[in-house]
């Protein structure tokens, strides 16, 4: 069987990157082509323009949040930090540039097993700003980590507060809210901070 060209695509390749083209020979992918100037178009007979479409092999992950991953392509990003003072140095640093004009803070890739008995409650979380709502995700995005202000932003700052979707807020020995959410808790975020992005300018980032 010839091999086959597919060119003039993005192509999704994981890790916010993307290729041209690719060719496939025996129903397998046997090159990936990061842009034009890598394929030699008289080596294939068979060759068909993608239309600039974007193309999601799920050989590489069919487990995608494509809207998702737009919306975290400006969050803080905290995966090799393992200290509370980078994280606060990091966060500090978003709040003084370009999330001035922000209305909120994010930061993303949090892993709690890097930190070794730091409790990232909303009176910890409330040293790095007690004016700026401030919304840290897990690394598996089953849990979030927030100040006082992000749950007075979420209007869930109340005494035995529980979440409407299920799972959990944490409660602290006053039965009001640590900061931490849990699993479908977390949608509470979800609900409030999506109303200030733009789908057209997501897709333009993801895309980019």
């Known amino acids: 069987m010839s091999k086959k060209l597919f060119y003039n695509g993005i192509v999704y390749l994981g890790n916010r990157e993307f290729g041209y083209g690719f060719e496939i020979e025996k129903n397998r992918f046997k090159k990936i082509f990061k842009n034009k100037k890598e394929i030699n178009f008289n080596d294939y007979k068979f060759k068909t323009n993608l239309e600039n479409k974007l193309v999601l ?28 003072d ?25 892993e709690s097993n890097k930190f070794d008995k730091c409790a990232f409650d909303r009176f910890k979380l409330d040293k790095i700003s007690s004016k700026i709502p401030i919304f840290i995700f897990s690394k598996d995005l089953h ?19 529980s979440s409407k979707y ?12 640590t900061g931490i959410l849990r699993e479908k808790a977390c949608q509470h975020i979800r609900d409030k901070i999506y109303d200030f992005y733009n789908i057209n300018d997501d897709y333009k980032i993801y895309l980019h």
């Open 166 to 177: 299920g799972q959990v807020i944490e409660l602290d020995e006053f039965n009001l809210p």
């Open 143 to 161: 849990s979030a980590f927030l100040n006082t202000k992000a749950l007075m932003f979420l209007g869930i700052f109340e005494k035995n507060i």
């Open 57 to 84: 092999p799920s050989l590489i992950d069919s487990h995608c949040h494509l809207l998702l991953q737009a919306r975290r392509s400006g969050n803080v990003d905290l995966t090799k930090v393992s200290d509370f």
């Open 86 to 110: 980078k994280v606060s140095e990091l966060i500090k640093l978003a709040i003084e540039s370009k999330y001035k004009n922000k209305k909120f803070i994010c930061a993303e890739n949090f």
